[in-house]
């Protein structure tokens, strides 16, 4: 059974940072692209960024490029979103999804705020 879980949302300050986690589990891992999404209220889920199996190839949407960095431990089964310098506008839910797998977790919540 496919699951995933994500992790590491919170409450932070305007500039912060915080590492979100999402562990998978029920199919193998490393043969999936994994991407991450937000979804704030009132808006249209949001594609964020993208990483390949091996995890040597990522690319992110302009809105988070330069301030986030996807990342991934195929040997755990997990792949991580390092948010750095947050904003308010990056207050939504995360979730991460892997590509081609019709899967969505229940996500983590993430407030920017002072």
């Known amino acids: 059974e496919v699951r995933l879980v994500e992790s590491g949302g919170g409450l932070v300050q305007p500039g912060g940072s915080l590492r979100l986690s999402c562990a998978a589990s029920g199919f193998t891992f490393r043969n999936y692209p994994a991407n991450w999404f937000r979804q704030a209220p009132g808006k249209e889920r949001e594609w964020l960024a993208h990483?390949?199996?091996?995890?040597?190839?990522?690319n992110y949407a302009d809105s988070v490029k330069g301030r986030f960095t996807i990342s991934r431990d195929n040997a755990a089964n997990i792949t991580y979103l390092q948010m750095d310098k947050l904003k308010p506008e990056d207050t939504a839910v995360y979730y991460c999804k892997m590509y081609t797998i019709d899967y969505w977790g229940q996500g983590t919540q993430v407030t920017v705020s002072l």
């Open positions: 990483i390949s199996g091996s995890g040597r190839n990522t």
